[in-house]
Each structure stands twice: as structure tokens, then as C-alpha cells.
């Protein structure tokens, strides 16, 4: 399983942003697929899951209402859309997912996933 991660950039506040993960090596079916971020000199965080099975979704308090996700089955791709994007938004995204499902209470836990993408670099200009 490989996961590629796009559509990183540099943007100004205010605007929107789509980042992508092609999952590659199996089609979509019961696992979930995470988003985390990694500011300059912070700890990597979670940012939002999605189950594959159910579609069940979680977001971190800090960007509910502004991030969403859609989902291409034919690509095996999931877009995470960001809109509002505000400098605290900066950081390298990663994806990531796991085998099997997992719990929705767990989707939030870095130590679930097995599988991990390069990720992609998000700068947001003020």
C-alpha cells in the first residue's frame, strides 16, 4: 500500500485549498484514511479521519466547520478541503491509513496507521 500526498502550496489567508491522497496497492473498503500536520517546530497533530466503510468522520476542534472531505472512488483518492485557510494552517500534511477499521473514537491516534505518504507542504501567507 502507498499513499501519495498533493496539493500543497503557497496561499493567502482567506482562501481555499484542496489536498489529495491517492491510496495505491488496494481499493477502498473498510480502513480509514487520516489526514495529520506538522507545523515548523511543533508535534505532529491530527487534523481529520474518514472512514472508508461508513463515510463516519472526525475533525480536531481546531478546524471543524472549515475542513471537509470528498471522496473519488474511481481513484482511489480522498480530497480534504480546506477553506478560510488562516497562517496556523501552515505545515506539511501527511496522509495515512491503516488495515482494517478501527474505531471512530480511535481515528485521532497516530499510532493506528501502518501506512503513511510523503506528505505535502501547506504555507499560508497573512
Not at 14 to 40: H, I, N, Y
Request: glycine share 10%.
Amino acid at each position: 500500500v502507498q499513499l501519495q500526498a498533493s496539493g500543497g502550496g503557497l496561499v493567502q489567508a482567506g482562501t481555499s485549498l484542496r489536498l489529495s491522497c491517492a491510496v495505491s496497492g488496494r481499493t477502498f473498503s473498510t480502513e480509514p484514511v487520516a489526514w495529520f500536520r506538522q507545523a515548523p517546530g511543533k508535534e505532529r497533530e491530527f487534523v481529520a479521519a474518514i472512514s472508508t466503510w461508513n463515510g463516519a468522520t472526525r475533525y480536531a476542534d481546531s478546524v471543524k466547520g472549515r475542513f471537509t472531505f470528498s471522496r473519488d472512488n474511481a481513484k482511489n483518492t480522498i480530497h480534504l478541503e480546506i477553506r478560510d485557510m488562516q497562517p496556523e494552517d501552515t505545515a506539511v500534511y501527511y496522509c495515512a491509513t491503516r488495515d482494517g477499521r478501527v474505531i471512530a473514537g480511535a481515528m485521532d491516534r497516530a499510532g493506528v496507521y501502518n501506512y503513511w505518504g510523503q506528505g505535502t507542504l501547506v504555507t499560508v501567507s497573512s
